[in-house]
């Protein structure tokens, strides 16, 4: 039976939080400010009682005065504080903002602490951190904000709350111990200008501060130019040469470069004997790997992932390569315990491991399921090549790609028993539209274009562009349309026009803001290029997306860019570019843009599997995850990025959900870095949401579960409602049933976006399955 969130029924039965209530309908009520604390201001800061340990006054961006936090004098991986006090409202959720310069370069951790414990979690946690640097400046010659909301059972019945803020060096997320994960903070942080408490979802800065004015009309780039492609070039041969002078066999990585680089005409491993050679050694090599230790299959060290991967780099060189190696193929070779072995025997052993350790270890994370079942794919086809009654049936290898990519729904794992199902017979790797889907909007991890082309590419005929399966080029270009409302106008680092990735709202990441400068492909990943969709699949949308790019002068920063990375990986990936522009200078100018830039048409895209709107109005855009981070239950947060001209806000917030409740419950722990694995490395740390009961939604039946699990339908709920400054976004979930909302009379006479109508003083609007509604205040 679906019903108000129990927390906020609660709430609304003390009198705790004002919340307009109408049948099944919540929404909190927007209030001013409470306090505003001038950092750097004497006077101010005396009022507040504020205390800072390794801090001082600077002046900063547009004069304003600020305070920085420093190291300490003995460095270590904690810094500055700062302490204070500020007025509250006893009676509803009050939430935190602080307004920083978006011109400072900072890769600080910024902690909110309350009362001595520590809101929010350091890594992924749904309620966040309240800052943590990326080495860029995220908005220059702006400021931004920032909002956290504040503890009910800290601030309840309550006039005065004791906050302070607290830095730390930056962290490495992928780190398997303290020392790997926090490193020391050894330069000053960001300057912190204001401090807010307030009850409205969104912070109201007062008229009279200054602001900063953005460049509606930025500059283009004047450099890089094509020199960059000579470089290119020569980075390749270089490494070419390089990887053919050592005096040991190929690894796997270096199998798979020298295979690809042998079919582009440029290099010098263009069919070069030399290369041919090496690699079917190096095959042989790690067969006698594989005899001497088995495990090998799925634990080589000189690759990344190696569980993922197993001998796939392999399985691709083999088949890009079959003309040249098929008459070495039935010769002999030792090995490595005495015993002779055809090539055609040992080769097809190793391809017939890999498709064993592949079909059992599929992983359900959409980047991970789809690099499984690609390497599977090459494996399996490898094997057609060499032992073709070895093979598994192509529908079957084929369709791991479809369910991977989402054209079918995600089985999981091989068993003897057949499929694990463990998410059920109905879970989809994407959303119908596009997105992929684990839980929630995915941002930078979400960028799979590049694995979907390679997909794509091996589906077809080696070396012929767009000849791959139709079916899985169709949803490719789906996933393009849908990515590309999650890029936005901003400056680049030089302060030149570019199209930036929205990454704030994704759940899997951590300190992207700002976002990578993207257009159409993650060019900046280690296996991506920035022309690789519209050059696999000549479609006219991706041609034009490249198009705006390369008119943006944007196509040779990024690779210039790229080129700073290290890495095999990163090398091969530059192969193609080359080609790859020369041919799209062929193509005729495409009208079509990304919707979010300036001049494109108004828009609204809401995606109800992901719980994620995007909506460009005017000047302004906003992106908000109302489904945001709920891995073990409803947790009624969600995650907002506003965008003006004048400022960004960044805001971690409450809102309304309805779901079908389970009757189980989950209690947060006494966690507060990574908010869903306990690995606790701040031992003298308490976390301010220690003992919350959250509900959990009804999980469907055959889907493995208890309290405390992750997983994609514990936390999801069926109806959300987000207000936001002058926006009411109420989203219907469901599959088959209207939602009939019930407008606050706040939202009444405010103009619907989606048709563009004035809503008048109309009480209830039926919002249809898996669509979304916004209001805008006029």
């Not at 009654?389 to 790609?401: E, G, I, V």
């Not at 006219?540 to 198009?547: D, K």
């Not at 709920?630 to 003006?644: D, F, G, Q, S």
Request: with cysteine; aromatic share 12%; hydrophobic share 35%.
């Amino acid at each position: 039976m679906y019903r108000i969130q129990q927390l906020y029924k609660k709430l609304y039965l003390l009198g705790l939080i004002s919340i307009l209530v109408s049948h099944s309908t919540a929404v909190m009520a927007q209030r001013t400010n409470n306090d505003v604390l001038d950092f750097g201001n004497t006077s101010s800061e005396e009022k507040h009682s504020l205390k800072a340990n390794e801090s001082e006054i600077i002046e900063g961006g547009l004069n304003e005065p600020a305070r920085i936090l420093l190291p300490r004098k003995t460095v270590a991986f904690d810094g500055g504080t700062m302490a204070f006090k500020m007025s509250i409202d006893p009676n509803a959720q009050n939430y935190f903002s602080v307004k920083l310069w978006g011109s400072d370069k900072d890769r600080s951790m910024i902690m909110l602490f309350a009362e001595g414990k520590q809101i929010g979690y350091r890594h992924l946690g749904d309620i966040d951190f309240l800052y943590l640097g990326n080495g860029q400046a995220p908005l220059q010659g702006r400021f931004f904000y920032v909002t956290l909301p504040l503890p009910l059972k800290m601030t309840k019945g309550k006039s005065e709350i004791n906050l302070e803020i607290r830095s730390y060096g930056e962290i490495w997320a992928y780190g398997t111990n303290f020392a790997q994960y926090q490193k020391n903070m050894t330069a000053s942080s960001l300057g912190f200008y204001k401090a807010y408490t307030h009850t409205t979802t969104k912070i109201q800065p007062e008229k009279k501060e200054k602001q900063g004015r953005a460049i509606l009309n930025l500059p283009l780039r004047n450099e890089p130019g094509e020199e960059v492609i000579d470089e290119l070039k020569q980075r390749v041969n270089n490494e070419i040469a390089t990887t053919l002078k050592r005096d040991k066999p190929l690894n796997q990585h270096e199998i798979m470069f020298l295979s690809a680089a042998s079919k582009i005409k440029w290099t010098t491993a263009y069919q070069n004997s030399q290369v041919i050679d090496r690699i079917i050694l190096g095959i042989d090599d790690h067969y006698r790997k594989y005899v001497k230790d088995p495990g090998i299959i799925y634990s080589d060290p000189n690759i990344y992932n190696y569980e993922w991967l197993v001998t796939g780099p392999i399985g691709r060189a083999i088949r890009q390569l079959w003309t040249e190696i098929s008459p070495a193929l039935d010769k002999e070779f030792d090995d490595g315990s005495g015993r002779q072995v055809s090539r055609r025997k040992a080769w097809s052993t190793l391809m017939e491991e890999a498709i064993k350790y592949s079909t059992t270890h599929r992983r359900q994370y959409t980047n991970q399921s789809m690099i499984i079942d690609l390497f599977l794919y090459d494996c399996n086809e490898a094997l057609r090549l060499l032992d073709r009654d070895k093979a598994l049936p192509k529908k079957q290898t084929l369709d791991y790609l479809y369910q991977s990519v989402g054209l079918r729904p995600w089985l999981g794992k091989e068993t003897p028993n057949g499929p694990e199902r463990n998410l059920g017979d109905n879970y989809w790797q994407l959303t119908s539209k596009g997105l992929t889907k684990e839980l929630g909007f995915v941002g930078y991890y979400g960028e799979v274009l590049d694995w979907v082309v390679d997909i794509f590419n091996a589906t077809g005929k080696e070396g012929v562009a767009n000849s791959g399966d139709p079916e899985i080029r169709k949803q490719l270009l789906k996933m393009m349309a849908a990515r590309g409302y999650f890029r936005y106008p901003a400056a680049d680092e030089d302060g030149k026009r570019a199209m930036r990735i929205e990454a704030v709202i994704g759940w899997r990441d951590n300190s992207h803001y700002p976002g990578d400068v993207i257009y159409g492909d993650r060019a900046i990943a280690w296996d991506a290029s920035p022309l690789m969709t519209a050059a696999s699949t000549h479609d006219t949308h991706a041609i034009g997306i490249a198009q705006q790019m390369i008119g943006d002068n944007q196509f040779f920063k990024v690779v210039s860019d790229k080129m700073k990375l290290k890495g095999l990986r990163v090398t091969k990936s530059l192969l193609t570019i080359p080609d790859d522009y020369e041919w799209i200078k062929t193509k005729k100018a495409e009208n079509f843009r990304l919707p979010m830039s300036a001049g494109m048409p108004d828009f609204i895209f809401s995606d109800e599997e992901d719980g994620v709107v995007a909506i460009k109005n005017g000047n302004e855009r906003l992106y908000a995850s109302l489904y945001w981070r709920a891995r073990n239950a409803i947790n009624n947060l969600a995650k907002v990025h506003y965008m003006t001209p004048e400022n960004d806000f960044i805001s971690n917030i409450y809102i309304h959900s309805e779901y079908q409740a389970s009757g189980m419950v989950y209690k947060r722990p006494d966690w507060v870095n990574m908010g869903f694995a306990n690995k606790e490395w701040y031992p003298s740390i308490k976390s301010a949401h220690t003992g919350e009961e959250l509900p959990i939604a009804k999980i469907p039946a055959g889907v493995k579960f208890k309290p405390g699990d992750e997983n994609v339908y514990a936390g999801k709920a069926d109806f959300y409602c987000m207000v936001y400054g002058k926006y009411l976004i109420a989203m219907n979930t469901r599959k088959n049933k209207n939602y009939e909302f019930t407008i606050p009379k706040e939202f009444q006479n405010s103009k619907e976006l989606v048709s563009k109508k004035d809503v008048g003083t109309k009480y209830k609007i039926i919002i249809e399955p898996e669509s979304t509604i916004v209001l805008y205040k006029k």
